[in-house]
């Protein structure tokens, strides 16, 4: 059964890539809509469902209608549809934000799922392999422990402020509030890391030069082949797109 | 500790252990902050014409302020998990991968040359993490989401125009008060 998550990280990240500069080089509706395809299928394949690209999706409509009305307004590809006083509604404008839309898509859609099918110990695996120092790479690890820990620390700031009745409702107070509820973080934070990072050097962190992994990534020989398959596919896009 | 220790105060590089977690753990609380800011713009009239200044103000500060802190590879770590925690609710994210970066090394060799107490070097570190930052946030707006040339260049220069003297009072006011607390030596 294909599952995403048990993907070599180097194949997601490639896989990643490709589906980012090929948005990015590419100005095709139809070569950036199968490629959006692509991901939704191969999400649905899966995880059986996209429930985890919903949030994303929200957030990417309200951009993609903000770049909907920029262009509408400021875009100047096509011929004149419509003119009233300064304001000039050009044909062009629809092509392009269908284009920017599938393209924003793509390139969300695709780092949000390598992030979200890709175990953080994986990533480090493959910064190591890459010859990055174990004590850089335990970095992204670190990164997934700490986020949550660092969340719960600002919820516990601003229930702190509501308890003290510190007013957050309008735009004004909550940039008001802004220092009070950052700075109280920051010295958290600063108390956080002083003491993790002396746990971890009582434990040994960066003694010694490499470091053993319960699970080790193996790149299958079928899995090698598909990058390079993908690097060859992105090569002709570029090609193409040139000439 | 030793590392921290041997290497000079002028030194590009601080490569101890505090200095790596604090600058992952600050970079977290960095990601934070321009998840709050964003909001606060986006719930005002230039953010929902897509300029975000107060989100610019304190990604510009952020990214001054923890690379004065944690020098390098610090000041670079903290700047990219922004950048990449950032896939969670932005398309521009591959440009901030490089504003970022280019953003920090700017601070430290600024800081590298220039010892941080005058107003003008605050204002050359934040000048050119301003104008460097939204340059390449311009050329994303351009060739990611697809907005017109003089729509991406005026989005960015009123955002220079903003952040900047906002920036570089927020970084000297901290930057001060960390140095007399002896938290920056």
């Known amino acids: ?137 335990m970095l992204v690890p670190m990164v997934a422990r700490f986020f949550p820990v660092m969340i719960g620390e600002y919820q516990s700031i601003c229930n702190s402020q509501s308890a003290r009745g510190v007013p957050n409702d309008t735009v004004g107070e909550k940039i008001r509030n802004l220092p009070a509820s950052i700075l109280p973080l920051m010295y958290r934070a600063m108390r956080i890391s002083n003491d993790a990072a002396l746990s971890v050097e009582l434990r040994g962190y960066g003694r010694h030069a490499s470091r053993n992994f319960q699970k080790k990534i193996n790149l299958h020989p079928l899995e090698g082949m598909t990058i390079v398959c993908l690097i060859i596919g992105f090569g002709g896009v570029l090609i193409k797109t040139i000439l | 500790m030793q590392n921290e220790q041997a290497i000079g105060k002028k030194s590009i590089f601080k490569t101890d252990t505090k200095s790596l977690i604090g600058a992952v753990v600050m970079g977290i609380v960095f990601v934070i902050a321009c998840q709050i800011t964003g909001q606060i713009d986006n719930m005002l009239p230039w953010g929902k014409m897509g300029m975000l200044l107060i989100n610019g103000t304190v990604w510009a500060f952020f990214t001054g302020i923890l690379t004065l802190l944690y020098k390098q590879p610090g000041g670079l770590i903290a700047a990219e998990v922004e950048a990449l925690i950032s896939i969670m609710y932005t398309p521009l994210w591959p440009t901030f991968i490089f504003a970022n970066g280019i953003a920090s090394i700017w601070v430290s060799f600024v800081a590298v040359k220039c010892d941080m107490t005058k107003w003008s070097h605050h204002i050359l570190a934040q000048g050119g993490v301003c104008v460097l930052g939204n340059a390449i946030v311009g050329v994303g707006l351009v060739f990611i989401l697809g907005l017109p040339v003089g729509v991406a260049a005026v989005s960015s220069l009123i955002t220079i125009a903003v952040t900047w003297p906002l920036a570089t009072l927020a970084q000297k006011k901290v930057y001060d008060a960390l140095m007399k607390s002896g938290m920056v030596k």
Request: glycine share 6%; aromatic share 12%; proline share 2%.
């Open chain 1, 1 to 137: 059964m294909f599952r995403l998550n048990k993907l070599d990280p180097r194949l997601k990240l490639t896989w990643c890539l490709f589906l980012v500069l090929t948005a990015l080089v590419s100005r095709s509706i139809l070569l950036n809509g199968i490629l959006l395809g692509v991901i939704l299928i191969s999400e649905l394949l899966s995880e059986k469902s996209l429930r985890s690209f919903k949030m994303l999706s929200v957030v990417l409509l309200i951009i993609g209608s903000q770049v909907l009305v920029i262009n509408l307004i400021f875009g100047r590809e096509g011929v004149l549809l419509y003119s009233w006083g300064i304001l000039e509604i050009y044909s062009g404008f629809v092509a392009t934000a269908i284009l920017a839309f599938l393209r924003i898509g793509i390139i969300s859609f695709s780092a949000y799922q390598f992030g979200i099918h890709t175990d953080p110990m994986d990533m480090a695996q493959m910064l190591i392999h890459w010859r990055i120092p174990y004590r850089y790479a």
